[in-house]
């Protein structure tokens, strides 16, 4: 027996401290709910495991800014179903003036609502707002304007655009007028810089017929002829000199000065193109370009003023006008539509991925408490035990005194 080294205190001591590590360690990850609660636990597994947190919580994000864009798309898909609302009825005032049993008076008053109608219209879309952003104006119209980032990592995004539903985009509003200023004529949109000067005029309605003929290039024209029509036999030629185009002269008893320019038209027609312009004078010397265009040919010339009910004729080619908008407007609601059934179905794959993320994460990080809670039983009793046979290896000592006495 020895006293100056008590070996079995010693290696009971150094038990009970790995107890009380184990112990520790058993503790924290009870209290905390995760097995790996630093880098020593477990350095794969924490490094994995937060790589699955970083694109856990990139695909709830995406889910959130799906849900935004469902609202921006229920936003604007909302205006526009008001807005053929308001087309409807234009038509049916167009139906309504169409008929023989108006006369000029009535289609005037009628032409009031409807021109009122045309300017709500543009009300709408320009008073439409998602998070202070105006999306029915064409400022978002072209592909991928409006981005949606619909998943966890870089280039995982949805792109597409909101078309303008302003009167003048769907051929239904009127363009502001300004003396010497340039009409674009453009075969698919409304130009805003669309104008017309006119002086000399009596109050009436007159007609600009313009006839163009190919220039050799395939589907390319240029302008043969621009004349003016008063409507009661009276035309007054004008003057080509490149695109610009000038009248001069007398027309129904009035000094006549018109001055404007016409771009380059183009059309996928293959014969000579002629259509007519409507130009409505409220005042003498004071012009208002109000409605445009006939078919000719397949080629369908927009309108510069907006929609007029003015004469039968006027009024049943109105009803035409207005059901291509209504059609353009389906065709927007239905891209919104199908953008809306997309954007759900992302969110409800999301979702899935993010749970099932989630449980793998989970296995690799959380801890089993059961088994925890077993592991830290085990510790307390060899913690109570070492401590016991610590206190008995501290008494041996004390037994070679019997022997010295």
């Given at each position: 027996?020895?006293?100056?080294?008590?070996?079995?205190?010693?290696?009971?001591?150094?038990?009970?401290?790995?107890?009380?590590?184990?112990?520790?360690?058993?503790?924290?990850?009870?209290?905390?709910?995760?097995?790996?609660?630093?880098?020593?636990?477990?350095?794969?597994?924490?490094?994995?495991?937060?790589?699955?947190?970083?694109?856990?919580?990139?695909?709830?994000?995406?889910?959130?800014?799906?849900?935004?864009?469902i609202s921006l798309i229920q936003t604007a898909e909302g205006a526009m179903g008001?807005?053929?609302?308001?087309?409807?009825?234009?038509?049916?005032?167009?139906?309504?003036?169409?008929?023989?049993?108006?006369?000029?008076?009535?289609?005037?008053?009628?032409?009031?609502?409807?021109?009122?109608?045309?300017?709500?219209?543009?009300?709408?879309?320009?008073?439409?707002?998602?998070?202070?952003?105006?999306?029915?104006?064409?400022?978002?119209?072209?592909?991928?304007?409006?981005?949606?980032?619909?998943?966890?990592?870089?280039?995982?995004?949805?792109?597409?655009?909101?078309?303008?539903?302003?009167?003048?985009?769907?051929?239904?509003?009127?363009?502001?007028?300004?003396?010497?200023?340039?009409?674009?004529?453009?075969?698919?949109?409304?130009?805003?810089?669309?104008?017309?000067?006119?002086?000399?005029?009596?109050?009436?309605?007159?007609?600009?017929?313009?006839?163009?003929?190919?220039?050799?290039?395939?589907?390319?024209?240029?302008?043969?002829?621009?004349?003016?029509?008063?409507?009661?036999?009276?035309?007054?030629?004008?003057?080509?000199?490149?695109?610009?185009?000038?009248?001069?002269?007398?027309?129904?008893?009035?000094?006549?000065?018109?001055?404007?320019?016409?771009?380059?038209?183009?059309?996928?027609?293959?014969?000579?193109?002629?259509?007519?312009?409507?130009?409505?004078?409220?005042?003498?010397?004071?012009?208002?370009?109000?409605?445009?265009?006939?078919?000719?040919?397949?080629?369908?010339?927009?309108?510069?003023?907006?929609?007029?009910?003015?004469?039968?004729?006027?009024?049943?080619?109105?009803?035409?006008?207005?059901?291509?908008?209504?059609?353009?407007?389906?065709?927007?609601?239905?891209?919104?539509?199908?953008?809306?059934?997309?954007?759900?179905?992302?969110?409800?794959?999301?979702?899935?991925?993010?749970?099932?993320?989630?449980?793998?994460?989970?296995?690799?990080?959380?801890?089993?408490?059961?088994?925890?809670?077993?592991?830290?039983?085990?510790?307390?009793?060899?913690?109570?035990?070492?401590?016991?046979?610590?206190?008995?290896?501290?008494?041996?000592?004390?037994?070679?005194?019997?022997?010295?006495?």
């Open positions: 027996m020895r006293i100056q080294t008590n070996v079995s205190a010693l290696n009971a001591w150094r038990n009970l401290n790995q107890t009380s590590g184990a112990m520790g360690k058993n503790l924290e990850r009870l209290s905390s709910g995760f097995r790996i609660n630093r880098a020593a636990d477990d350095a794969a597994g924490l490094a994995i495991s937060e790589k699955m947190r970083a694109q856990i919580r990139g695909l709830n994000q995406a889910t959130r800014n799906a849900q935004d864009g008001e807005i053929q609302n308001i087309l409807q009825r234009m038509r049916e005032l167009a139906n309504q003036a169409a008929s023989d049993g108006m006369t000029d008076a009535d289609r005037d008053k009628i032409q009031k609502e409807v021109d009122q109608l045309a300017k709500q219209i543009t009300d709408v879309a320009n008073t439409t707002q998602f998070n202070t952003k105006r999306i029915l104006t064409g400022e978002y119209g072209g592909d991928g304007a409006i981005t949606i980032q619909t998943g966890a990592n870089k280039g995982e995004a949805l792109g597409f655009g909101i078309a303008a539903v302003d009167a003048k985009s769907l051929g239904v509003g009127r363009a502001e007028v300004a003396p010497e200023s340039t009409i674009d004529k453009d075969t698919n949109s409304f130009i805003d810089s669309s104008t017309l000067s006119v002086t000399g005029l009596e109050a009436g309605d007159y007609t600009i017929k313009i006839t163009l003929v190919e220039d050799g290039s395939s589907g390319t024209y240029k302008y043969d002829s621009v004349q003016l029509d008063d409507g009661k036999g009276g035309i007054l030629d004008g003057v080509i000199n490149g695109n610009s185009v000038t009248f001069e002269g007398q027309l129904g008893g009035a000094e006549v000065t018109v001055a404007f320019t016409l771009n380059d038209a183009s059309s996928t027609g293959a014969s000579d193109q002629t259509y007519d312009v409507e130009l409505k004078v409220t005042e003498k010397e004071v012009a208002d370009s109000y409605v445009a265009a006939t078919e000719a040919n397949g080629w369908q010339a927009k309108t510069y003023g907006g929609i007029s009910i003015s004469t039968q004729q006027a009024a049943s080619d109105a009803v035409k006008t207005i059901d291509d908008a209504i059609n353009n407007v389906s065709g927007y609601r239905a891209e919104l539509g199908a953008l809306q059934n997309r954007l759900e179905h992302s969110i409800a794959n999301l979702q899935i991925t993010a749970e099932n993320l989630q449980a793998a994460e989970s296995r690799i990080r959380d801890v089993d408490m059961a088994q925890e809670m077993t592991q830290f039983t085990r510790s307390q009793i060899l913690m109570q035990s070492g401590t016991a046979m610590l206190a008995q290896a501290n008494m041996m000592p004390q037994a070679i005194l019997k022997l010295l006495g």
